[in-house]
């Protein structure tokens, strides 16, 4: 399809129509396709507002320039302009180009404001690459539904008007106007897997099918529609075997093996987690989803972890990796003041007064320690007779294994008074009015 101002409008409206608000703000990088985007939405009668923003990867020693650059365009047509330099260093096994992706998307989340659209230049060409890209991996319909045309972001919404439209048809455009942009000479680099499909293969492609871009979006869009109704079916499978954040084994089981596979993939993003590849997700229908009851079966990737405890499946994101890898540090209490513990684990305060609980008197004989578990520890609770061991109280409470370690024990001394708020201990327990009970404010969700 030719890019002429009507074209580019009737795009906008379709893409705006799932109820975005009517201020745009431009993804400018001062290339051609962003510049065509900002001033074509600067020709239309909008209704909102229009700003321009940049992001500085600082990966490049002529960002500097590029970023005045941007700023100059803007103040020739009065755009406002916004700007900023994001880190977009890659973390392990991260490749530069998905660094950068995550570093520049991740700060416009946090700037967009509510219902704000986000206007990229991603075109009909970009498209096709992405499309191949997916297919190369093995991506599913999700993956092959590529870049949509509209997708939320933060407060706001991302928009991509120009997906219909090839980029020989923008250059045209920004021609006969007179337009001027940057040329980014990393796009020219073959060793990245994008500029070689760009310059190595596409050319080819085009010469023997034309339309092979228009082609690309359709099926893209096709993908999607089909991506929407496997979320649909998952959503309502996980509405039967999830209640709790968690998977319930038993009932996961009674489905086909691809309808386990979807829902699992659903169940992690809804969890928030990125997802594992083809062959970790087999394993874990393989290994974790069907081990016996008593094993303690785990899939780590490096984006999260799905475990395996009595009859449940427990997804866990990366951060809370990092945070049950890390040792618990014991520490003296104050009991007057509540205690940080640090970590995402939330704080212990103590509350007295309110009926039962330990006696006051017993707290004041020597100074309280928060000490974790480190195996043998037990407790005489209230009413029973005999100790309990504290191993089995967990176990018999379900705390998952990997949660145990990490339970707060309240010492005075060498005596055991309580772990966390759960369970108290006999020896200090007054059944008057005055007693006092352990509070653990924001303790993280043990599913």
């Known amino acids: 399809m030719s890019f002429s101002k009507e074209a580019f409008e009737a795009a906008v409206a379709e893409a705006i129509a799932d109820g975005a608000s009517h201020n745009f703000a431009v993804a400018l990088s001062g290339g051609l396709d962003s510049t065509v985007a900002l001033h074509a939405l600067r020709e239309l009668p909008l209704t909102g507002s229009l700003r321009a923003i940049h992001v500085d990867h600082g990966l490049h020693p002529d960002s500097g320039a590029w970023r005045d650059h941007c700023e100059r365009v803007c ?41 704000e659209i986000l206007v990229t230049g991603h075109h ?106 496997l979320a649909e079916l998952a959503d309502g499978d996980l509405s039967v075997v999830s209640g709790d954040g968690t998977l319930d084994v038993s009932r996961m089981r009674e489905f086909s093996s691809p309808r386990q596979r979807n829902l699992l993939r659903r169940w992690l993003t809804v969890r928030g987690l990125e997802l594992p590849d083809a062959r970790r997700t087999q394993s874990i ?42 040792p618990r540090p014991d520490g003296a209490w104050s009991v007057d003041q509540p205690l940080e513990l640090g970590g995402g684990m939330g704080r212990l305060r103590l509350v007295c007064g309110g009926g039962p609980g330990l006696s006051r008197d017993g707290l004041e004989k020597g100074p309280l320690h928060v000490r974790y578990r480190v195996g043998g520890e037990k407790i005489r609770l209230p009413g029973r007779a005999g100790t309990r061991s504290v191993k089995k109280l967990l176990q018999e409470a379900g705390v998952p294994p990997w949660w145990r370690r990490h339970i707060p024990l309240i010492w005075c001394g060498d005596r055991l008074l309580c772990v966390a708020d759960l369970w108290y201990s006999a020896d200090s327990w007054v059944a008057g009015p005055e007693g006092c009970l352990v509070v653990w404010e924001d303790r993280p969700d043990f599913s």
């Open 124 to 229: 009909a060409d970009d498209q096709l690459e992405t499309v191949l890209l997916q297919l190369l991996r093995g991506a599913g319909p999700a993956g092959l539904a590529a870049m949509p045309a509209l997708a939320r972001l933060g407060a706001g919404w991302l928009c991509r008007p120009l997906l219909r439209f090839r980029r020989q048809d923008l250059q045209t455009w920004a021609r006969a106007r007179g337009l001027s942009w940057l040329e980014d000479p990393s796009n020219r680099e073959a060793g990245f897997d994008r500029n070689y499909l760009r310059h190595e293969v596409l050319p080819a492609l085009y010469e023997r099918w034309p339309a092979a871009a228009v082609s690309a979006v359709r099926s893209a869009r096709h993908c999607g529609e089909a991506a929407e109704l």
């Open 285 to 326: 229908l393989d290994n974790v989803l069907g081990a016996r009851r008593d094993r303690r079966a785990e899939v780590r990737w490096p984006g999260g972890s799905v475990r395996r405890y009595r009859d449940r499946l427990f997804a866990l994101d990366r951060n809370l990796l990092a945070r049950l890898d890390r």
């Open 75 to 115: 103040l020739a047509i009065e755009v406002p302009f916004t700007d900023a330099v994001v880190d977009a260093r890659p973390g392990r096994g991260e490749s530069p180009e998905e660094a950068a992706r995550r570093a520049r998307y991740g700060w416009l989340a946090t700037e967009l404001q509510p219902g």
